[in-house]
């Protein structure tokens, strides 16, 4: 509260000076004045002209092209800000150093990217995951195609940009910044640069995996072609900025998932022991299509007015085939004769085992597109405006389908296989069959009797979650310039923002269709019916020791009517899953920035306030007493929300300790709003018979999962030192830098409230079961502000040509930087302390490259140590395991022609997860108990690409 009103206060008396010398400039001129003025006058056109070559600087800058001059030019963006930040360039026109967004930016210090599907897709920030940064295109907030915030940085195509910055310490001049980050990605505007510009670059992608599932749309193959023209007309007065963007990008993936690790089955001598197994081989293929547009129009220096539209359409299929083994949580029954290491059976032998063989097709598509105008005027040498409108939009339908197999339909009915198990050092479970399980010894059939509970014969489900995202955002601002005196400047301004979100999810029973058989039939559906004709076998888990499976296509099962879909709500989600969220944030600021002197040292920043004003709201459902979770559902609607207001101050200082030595400080108070799944007015009501006469309120008759509208925004008062060390004409540098940030308000995803449901009673409960109930009060599980904690860290990082110290290694250059960050959580009620999700204690991200006469190598290393993740769940939720850490390498290989009529064409080779790193996650920390096992192989991508 102190630092919120020395910088109020700050900004006020800056105000009045500011009114002041208005008022004083109103008053008639002497001839004093006249010559003071004067004097402004020449200091104003000192200052444009410094202005000018400054921006002349930076457009020559971008002309050299190279691995080396992307570096470079990043060390310069670094160090002319204001504000801490991490920084990417283009090593050309349309071409950013590496094979996406997500893969440059995990390179960068401090930051580390989490694998989804085999790609590098959301980002931490100096370990906060992607719920505590935002995701900005020139400056403007961006929709996830997620059901949260969290961007999805493989939505972008990496050639759009020129250059993305990471703001590690905000100002109050940026709008939608985030708690940990802001990424703020440009595109390449036409008038920023000196001359028409066309640039080409394409490639042929493969996977070291070959194809690991059969079926239609996917492959191990795939291509990346992109284009970009840039052009000026009419004396420059007019530009426009064409790209589009193709790519089919493949993934392999080898799947296994334990389902977890039971220490109470009695054959097992309370040791640990798998509980089953689901296992898959996945060809998944990414298929995108991107329009970039620019328009700008500058009729005179004091006029400019931009026009951005981008449309990214992106088709994510996948096959996945295999098996589920149901074990310990199934009927299977464990031999004698088993191996126990340290609590944990290793291995043994499990007979009676009923596997549920599974044919799986996933499909996503998204389509997202930006539009965004902006206008500057200059009235005068002291003031200009700015004026800011655009729209993000994001539709995501998914459709997840399961079909199910097996030698006879329910648990107790055989054939059973005999299954050897045995875990290898890599946490991956060896399971090898004894059954035969080719095409003809299998039936389409509910094999462990899924449905029964549901009144069918389960053989398959649909999960088809539906999410759309919409910003509406509308920004006017004014700047003031001062010729003397420490503030340089004062801008100010307004914006708002609205925002609105939706989540659907429809899931549907497949159930063999038996002719006339409806729901009023118990079972409804055929117990079994033949493969399909065309199936076959396929020995795709050859990799896990499982042997042949059979081969066949659910899509043709639903199309043909093999399956009946029965509509079913809420299965497997803890209460009612479709939710709508309406946000509208009003937020005025002002920045001051600073231009002076601290006694001989230079000193410049800038320091403000953002004012966030936030209405929120949101609707939801709960399911109606006594209805039915299949077919019918009675959802009666609930809503819910709330308003709140939160200060920002910031201040950021960057003090010239020498001509090559920088000292930079940022303080600020910052938020992460609340995810929004976790802002859902949906709640579900449970009840327990056995509990109906109990009077403890934590096993009452009563208890409920909800969300909570009312959910605030997690706080933390951020923290930044850094002292930098250039060399080299800035070619390279050094630096030392700590980070801390004091979380308040942080969100307990899972807190047990006490609650009263007597309005629930009468519908529920007979009026003789209503002279039994114990208590009406009882346990809700909802999402509250009642975390506390911290993160901090210290990072080191070397940047240099390592020709700046001796000839014999000109055209060499190294990129060294290492993290060690802490954390600790604590929620009320629970005094343990926990780690921040995300968080990895150690991340190193290393780079090592050579470049002369147009040949350019390089070789990177990214690590990061184990850490508490998200992944995806069942029906599409997300679930925090921990992640196995480890380093993965990539590398490149470049040659660009020097002369000839090809002169500046560059073929390329490169390749990622050299290393054949595995993505792990596992339980109780002992990795041991994997949860999630793999295996994505190499990528390799071979390219041409041409610049004009």
Do not use: C
């Amino acid at each position: 509260m102190i630092l919120k009103r020395n910088l109020l206060s700050a900004a006020l008396a800056s105000a009045m000076l500011m009114t002041a010398t208005g008022a004083y400039a109103a008053q008639p001129a002497t001839q004093a004045d006249n010559g003071q003025a004067n004097q402004n006058t020449t200091k104003k056109a000192d200052k444009k002209d410094q202005k000018k070559r400054a921006e002349a600087t930076k457009l020559s800058a971008v002309e050299v092209t190279g691995f080396a001059s992307s570096v470079q030019n990043s060390i310069a963006t670094q160090r002319n800000s204001d504000v801490i930040v991490e920084a990417v360039s283009a090593e050309q026109i349309g071409k950013l150093p590496g094979t996406s967004i997500a893969d440059s930016l995990g390179r960068l210090p401090g930051l580390a990217v989490q694998r989804l599907n085999g790609r590098p897709q959301v980002l931490t920030i100096h370990g906060l995951g992607p719920d505590f940064s935002t995701a900005l295109v020139n400056g403007r907030q961006q929709v996830s195609t997620g059901n949260n915030r969290g961007v999805q940085f493989d939505q972008y195509p990496a050639s759009w940009f020129n250059s993305v910055q990471v703001h590690l310490s905000p100002a109050a001049g940026l709008i939608g910044q985030g708690m940990a980050g802001t990424v703020d990605m440009h595109t390449i505007r036409p008038l920023e640069q000196d001359k028409p510009i066309a640039a080409f670059n394409a490639s042929y992608i493969w996977n070291s995996l070959k194809q690991v599932a059969p079926g239609n749309g996917v492959s191990d193959k795939g291509y990346k072609v992109n284009g970009v023209w840039v052009h000026q007309f009419a004396d420059r007065t007019f530009g426009v900025t064409l790209g589009i963007d193709m790519e089919s990008n493949p993934t392999q993936i080898q799947h296994q998932a334990p389902w977890g690790y039971p220490t109470d089955n009695s054959a097992a001598g309370g040791n640990g022991l798998i509980g089953g197994s689901k296992n898959y081989a996945t060809s998944d293929l990414f298929k995108r299509t991107g329009v970039l547009a620019t328009l700008q129009f500058q009729p005179s220096e004091n006029f400019t007015s931009t026009l951005d539209m981008t449309y990214d359409r992106f088709h994510d299929r996948q096959q996945s085939k295999g098996i589920e083994f149901p074990l310990a949580w199934g009927n299977a029954q464990l031999d004698p004769g088993y191996t126990v290491q340290d609590g944990l059976i290793t291995s043994g032998t499990f007979s009676h085992v009923k596997p549920v063989i599974r044919n799986d097709y996933n499909r996503s598509l998204s389509k997202v597109y930006n539009v965004g105008w902006n206008n500057k005027w200059r009235i005068n040498e002291d003031w200009s405006v700015e004026a800011d409108a655009s729209v993000s939009h994001a539709d995501r339908r998914d459709a997840f389908i399961e079909s199910y197999a097996g030698t006879a339909y329910g648990a107790d009915n055989g054939p059973f296989d005999t299954l050897n198990f045995n875990q290898g050092s890599g946490g991956l479970w060896q399971l090898n069959n004894a059954l035969d399980y080719s095409p003809s010894q299998v039936v389409l059939t509910d094999p462990q009797g899924w449905g029964g509970g549901s009144g069918l014969v389960q053989a398959g489900f649909v999960n088809a979650p539906h999410v759309v995202d919409r910003i509406a955002d509308l920004r006017l601002s004014a700047e003031r310039s001062f010729v003397e005196g420490p503030i340089a400047s004062v801008k100010f301004g307004i914006d708002r923002e609205t925002r609105n979100k939706s989540f659907n999810i429809q899931q549907r029973f497949l159930v063999p269709n038996n002719g006339d058989m409806t729901y009023t039939t118990s079972p409804w559906g055929a117990q079994t019916l033949p493969m399909p004709s065309d199936a076959f076998a396929a020995n795709q888990l050859g990799f896990m020791g499982v042997g042949p499976l059979p081969i066949y296509d659910p899509i043709e099962l639903i199309k043909n009517g093999t399956y009946d879909q029965v509509p079913v709500y809420q299965s497997s989600l803890p209460m009612p899953p479709n939710w709508k969220v309406h946000e509208k944030d009003t937020t005025p600021y002002v920045q001051f920035n600073l231009d002076t002197q601290l006694g001989n040292f230079p000193l410049r920043g800038n320091f403000g306030i953002q004012v966030a004003h936030t209405t929120q709201d949101s609707d939801g459902g709960r399911v109606a007493a006594g209805s039915s979770y299949v077919g019918e559902t009675v959802v009666i609607p609930v809503s819910g929300g709330t308003s709140y207001t939160r200060y920002l101050p910031s201040l950021n200082l960057v003090l010239g300790l020498t001509d090559t030595t920088d000292v930079r400080f940022g303080a600020a108070r910052t938020m992460a709003r609340p995810r929004m799944d976790q802002m859902n007015a949906s709640f579900a009501i449970n009840t327990n018979n056995s509990n109906l006469a109990s009077s403890d309120p934590n096993n009452a008759y009563f208890s409920s999962n909800a969300g909570n509208p009312k959910l605030l925004p997690s706080m933390a008062q951020n923290y930044n030192l850094s002292i930098e060390h250039y060399f080299g004409d800035s070619k390279g540098y050094m630096s030392l830098s700590g980070y801390f940030l004091k979380l308040s308000d942080y969100i307990n995803p899972s807190t047990s409230v006490l609650t009263n449901f007597s309005q629930f009673v009468d519908s529920y409960l007979t009026p003789a079961q209503q002279q039994q109930l114990g208590s009406q009060t009882g346990i809700a599980t909802v999402p509250t502000n009642s975390g506390r904690g911290y993160v901090k860290g210290v990072q080191g990082v070397l940047n240099t040509p390592l020709g700046l110290f001796t000839p014999a290694l000109d055209g060499f250059g190294v990129i060294f930087s290492g993290n060690l960050t802490k954390s600790s959580i604590v929620y009320d009620g629970n005094p343990n302390p926990i780690t921040v999700p995300g968080l990895s204690e150690h991340v190193v991200n290393n780079t090592i490259y050579y470049e002369h006469s147009g040949f350019q190598a390089r070789v990177s290393q990214n690590y990061r140590s184990s850490f508490l993740g998200r992944v995806y769940g069942i029906s599409a939720s997300r679930i925090e395991q921990t992640i196995k850490g480890g380093s993965t390498y990539d590398a490149q290989i470049s040659y660009t022609l020097q002369s000839g009529p090809m002169k500046g064409m560059t073929f390329l080779l490169q390749g990622s997860n050299l290393s054949n790193e595995k993505f792990v996650t596992y339980q109780n920390h002992d990795p041991r108990q994997v949860l999630t096992w793999e295996n994505y192989g190499r990528r390799y991508e071979v390219g041409v690409s041409y610049k004009f």
